[in-house]
Every structure is written in C-alpha cells, then in structure tokens.
C-alpha cells in the first residue's frame, strides 16, 4: 500500500515515500481503469486508456510521482486518450469513401461513386481527393491547393454532404432504415 513512512531522522518532519512506479501501477491501475470504464462506459475502451495512461506515467515517473494526487493524472491522461480515439473512430471514412479508395482498379469501383464525384465542383472535389483519398492534412491540403485551412473545411463539408447524400445507398445503416 502506497502511504507515508512515518520515519523521522534526527527530528525532522516525516517525509512521504515516493513509491516505486510498480508499486503505484499494482495499487490503482484497477481502480483507475474502473473509474475510467465508469466515465466512458466500455470497458474495453477504459482498458486500453488506463495502460496508455500508465505507460505515459512510466515515462514521465519522476515528475508524476512527485505530484500531489499521481491517480489524478493518470486518469485524465486516459480520459483524454479515450476522448481523443473517439474521435478518430467518429471520423472514420463513410462506406462510399472505403470501397473507391480500397483499389486502383476501376473496374471494381461502384460507377455511383465516379458518377458522384465527377459531379461535384472541381474546387470540391480537388479538396475530396487530397483529404479522404490522399490522406492529407487539413494544412497540408491547403497548401497543396492554395487556400485557406477555412476554405479546406468549408469545401470538404458541402463535398461530404453531397456525397453521403448522393452515395446514401451504399450506407448499409442507410438501408436498414
């Protein structure tokens, strides 16, 4: 159990023991991978998030030990962590974007994706390509076109719209409506 020694030297104010990061890891990565599962709620998701967290606190020991509350940090490091692979999960490509970028081949790509890519502006569909596609970054695209990082997301929005819109029957949650 992580607690202070109690031990004095020569009358010196009692010092806490900086405990080792295995001791810290055995006392609370359950407790904090509950908390942690409690606030997400998935369970899986938490595991994963306290073992980032705590590799993070491994890392960094010397100065995480040193603070007041260690459990504290630790579990808004996997807090963070989680909300951070929500997003990306969130993210993800739709349905019509996986199957025209799964080959180079057209001849295996849906003709509805080519029929609505084609039909979008130039300007949108440059900015499709080079975000969803390429994989660009939002900064990288702006300057691979020319723009404004604002100009990016304005274009890559209205594209997606019309796209998700247009290629809705490829969606399977779209069908099962």
Known sequence: MIADSGATTAGAPAVPAVPTFEEFWLERRDPIGRALAMTIGN?????????????????????????PHPSAWVYRVGLNWSRSIGKRVRRRPPIWLASAASSVDA???????????????????????????????EAQTAEALRLRPGTVKSRLSRAVDQLSTTLAHLDPKETDR
């Open 43 to 67: 369970a899986q998701l938490a595991a994963e998030a306290v073992d980032e967290a705590m590799a993070r606190a491994l890392q960094r020991w010397p100065q995480v030990s040193e603070m």
């Open 107 to 137: 001849d295996t790509t849906d003709p509805s994706i080519d029929a609505a890519l084609a039909a979008l502006p130039l300007a949108q569909r440059s900015v499709v390509v080079c975000r969803l596609l390429l994989g660009l970054s």
